[in-house]
């Protein structure tokens, strides 16, 4: 049986960090393995909101070389740049046909961006979600491994697969997020505020380009208080979080021994010592994090692997649009 199609994207707009990580191309690395799937950079999409293009070029290999750096396999996945396969622009223009102004302007993300670059509330700003539809249905693609904040876009997605088959013929399966059962992971800002981004504080989030030296200077500053107050206390969500990253980056009995602290202290009897487990997060998170930093950095430095990575991405993803803009073109235009 043919394996399901799998797609999703990530915007080039600043460094990668552990959110992405442990979001999104860990589960891209798993599922590169049971699926077919087909993995972008999606630079169109960042004109939207970074118009100054300057940085974008080195900013699109940089997310190339982190994401094979992390585990993405080229040999499995399709890892491509959005811009090298035209046949997403041309099947943008059709589906453009398809979506209303009404529809498009009441979606959660149009509407943020129009209050935060009120100066710039571009046309493809309005129509973000029908190029992210674009992408998805070139593969015909049925899951797509994103963050609970993309279920819009995702439904939006669905509906224009249902118009267009219902205009002009059954060409798209419908698309569906997708993640591994468990709850989903979400990496909170080290300072306590909101979840870790590219966008957000800088010193409150880990990047996978961060040296050492910085990674252990940005937890050591990790907000903690002055230890529970009573036995197993339930714990405040900044200790949570750190306690999560212990999860993802430690050995388990390094965890345990943390866990037990925190859960035999109380007011007048603080077991656990903040300092001390920040300290041992810390070096296992450089532990985690360096060996993909000078893997990503090596990738840079090596333009013809990089290049040679990106056109083979190319290669493999526009064959399959094209397949899919033929029957596109045909069911449309006859
Ligand atoms: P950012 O918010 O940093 O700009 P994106 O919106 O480009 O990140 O998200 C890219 C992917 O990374 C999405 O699948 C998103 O769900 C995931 N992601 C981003 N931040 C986090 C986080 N703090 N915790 C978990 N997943 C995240
Ligand atoms: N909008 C997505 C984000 O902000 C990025 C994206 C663009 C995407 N096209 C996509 C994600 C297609 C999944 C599928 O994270």
Known sequence: MAKEVVLSGIRPTGFLHL???????????????????????????SLTTHPDTKELKAAVRRVVAENIACGVDTE???????????????????????????ELEKTTT??????????????????YPVLQAADILIHRA??????????QNLEMARNFAQRFNHRYGEVFPEPYGFNYGEQLVKIMSLDGNGKMSKSENQLSTLYLADEDDLIRKKIMKAKT??????????????????????????????LQKFEDDFNNSSAGNCV????????????DMVKFIAPIREKAI????????????????????RA??????????????G
């Open 19 to 45: 959110g992405n990580y442990f979001g999104a191309m860990r589960n891209y690395v798993r599922m590169q393995a049971e699926y077919n799937c087909y993995f972008f950079v999606a630079n169109w999409h």
């Open 225 to 254: 208080d002055q230890g529970p107050e009573e036995l197993k206390s339930v714990k405040a969500d900044y200790i949570e979080n750190l306690f999560t990253l212990m999860k993802l980056v430690s050995e388990g009995d390094t």
């Open 110 to 127: 149009f509407k943020d961006k129009v209050r935060t670059q009120p100066d710039n509330v571009n046309a493809g700003l309005l129509t």
């Open 320 to 333: 399959s649009a094209s397949e899919t803009i033929k029957l596109v073109r045909k069911a449309v235009l």
């Open 76 to 102: 499995k996945a399709a890892f491509y740049v959005q811009s090298d396969v035209p046949e997403i622009a041309e099947l943008y223009l059709y589906l453009n046909m398809l979506s209303y102004k009404g």
């Open 272 to 283: 656990i010592r903040y300092g001390d487990f920040k300290k041992q997060l810390a070096e």
């Open 298 to 317: 090596a990738l840079q430095h090596s333009e013809t692997e990089l290049d040679k990575i990106m056109k083979q991405g190319a290669d493999k993803a």
């Open 142 to 151: 049925v899951k797509v491994p994103v963050g609970k904040d993309q279920e």
